[in-house]
């Protein structure tokens, strides 16, 4: 069936430095989402991604899609301690597909 | 409204027992998703809800698992004869399904079901 792999697992860095996750599918997605999970806490929609090399950017975070359309990343420049949770990345397998498969999540933990 | 709701928050139950795990969704949303969440995993797709009718099942495990959603609004899932290894936390999510692609799912805060 389909995979979504992210990796690094885990992810230790000092306030102040970057951070970057990597999320690749076996098969071509249609789209691809990322989430963030708090501590405790549930999944946060924070963007999708649709087209082919497609690069979007929130602030400190810039999202990326191959042009395969089969791996993403996310990159966090200057994390804060407010960065700290779980990174999942989601794929659609289809157009109009609402079935995602999440990736296992990269945990970012921070040291002040 | 408010947010996704899940109740009960906290479910222990004996091997072998049934439950039920209600999630009621963003009013307006017409779409609704059970996962299910393993420590240390990401969420895992259970069944997907359009209206009152199940468009993707093929998540759920097995015939213990069902859900129903039968006036399009507030769902629940149903696992009979549980198992220690159903143990998880159960999340519910919403979207709104319009024209487009764009379906950013909202999360409820789950229910950790614990098997003994």
């Known amino acids: 069936g389909q995979q979504v792999m992210q990796i690094p697992q885990y992810q230790h860095v000092q306030e102040g430095e970057d951070f970057t996750t990597y999320c690749n599918s076996s098969?071509?997605?249609?789209?691809i989402q990322w989430y963030k999970q708090r501590p405790g806490g549930h999944p946060v929609f924070l963007i999708q991604?649709?087209?082919?090399?497609e690069v979007k950017k929130q602030k400190r975070l810039t999202f990326q899609f191959g042009e395969a359309k089969k791996n993403s990343s996310l990159h966090i420049t200057a994390t804060q301690t407010t960065d700290v949770g779980t990174y999942f990345c989601?794929?659609?397998?289809?157009?109009?597909?609402?079935?995602?498969?999440f990736g296992q999540g990269t945990r970012l933990t921070i040291n002040p | 409204g408010a947010g996704v709701s899940q109740t009960p928050s906290n479910k222990v139950t004996e091997k072998g027992k049934y439950v039920e795990l209600r999630c009621d969704p963003i009013s307006g949303h017409t779409a609704l998703y059970w996962y299910r969440q393993s420590l240390g995993q990401g969420p895992e797709f259970l069944i997907y809800f359009q209206g009152t009718g199940a468009a993707d099942d093929s998540g759920l495990p097995n015939d213990r698992f069902f859900a129903v959603r039968p006036e399009g609004s507030v769902s629940t899932l149903k696992i009979q004869r549980t198992e220690r290894g159903d143990s998880a936390v159960y999340l519910c999510a919403s979207s709104y399904i319009g024209g487009g692609t764009y379906n950013e799912q909202f999360f409820g805060p789950g229910t950790r079901l614990t098997v003994l």
């Open positions: 098969t071509t997605l249609s789209n």
């Open positions: 991604l649709v087209k082919s090399g």
């Open positions: 989601a794929g659609a397998l289809m157009q109009g597909a609402q079935k995602l498969v």
